[in-house]
């Protein structure tokens, strides 16, 4: 086993299960864990960044909530800015949104206008792949501003939802923590 799959075994056994939440039948990936133990969270963000080593990028974008914390860590990996992608109604400025579906609704989410330039080179990073909504809309909104997604990275991908296949033509998707089956 390479030094690489090593850490992510010691980041995926830090993950803990959850069931039953936020609703019956959803077995939770608690990544709380990980955020309190300094070592496991700075082998998180490095893990995320690296791939992205010696490549121009402009920006870190983060998806409202957790993808905030970890994006900002590859941020500052990556001496570039971080821009966060919110809830519809939470940014103070001028936005562009992008709606998508839930198993059990649908929620908007915003970018302010001016937050990158067109031609901007980015990175997307989430704590979280599920069901792939968010992620989807997040690419549109930046596509929509004129951006290359160079790539997408996640902590962790249920992979058994098969979310890639939505995905918008884009750079590499990424995961660390990739869960084959429930």
């Given amino acids: 086993m390479s030094d690489f799959d090593n850490k992510v075994k010691e980041l995926e056994a830090a993950v803990r299960n959850i069931p039953d939440f936020p609703k019956p039948g959803i077995q939770f990936k608690d990544i709380t864990p990980i955020l309190k133990d300094p070592g496991l969270f700075h082998l998180s963000v490095e893990l995320l960044a690296t791939p992205f080593f010696g ?3 402009d920006a870190v974008v983060g998806i409202d909530a957790r993808g905030f ?4 860590g590859v941020a500052l990996k990556l001496n570039t ?4 992608i919110r809830k ?3 940014l103070p400025y001028f936005t562009l949104e992008e709606s998508y579906d839930l198993e ?3 929620n908007t989410i915003a970018i302010h206008q001016d937050a990158l330039e067109k031609g901007s080179r980015v990175v997307l990073v989430d704590d979280l792949l599920a069901t792939g909504g968010t992620a989807v809309a997040a690419i549109k909104l930046l596509q929509s501003l004129g951006v290359e997604v160079m790539g997408v990275s996640f902590l962790i991908e249920l992979g058994f939802l098969n979310a890639r296949m939505k995905f918008p033509e884009t750079g590499e998707i990424r995961s660390l923590i990739n869960y084959v089956s429930e």
């Fill in 81 to 84: 800015g971080f821009v966060p």
């Fill in 104 to 106: 059990y609704g649908s």
């Fill in 55 to 57: 490549e121009e990028i």
């Fill in 88 to 90: 519809a109604g939470k």
């Fill in 69 to 72: 914390i970890f994006a900002s």
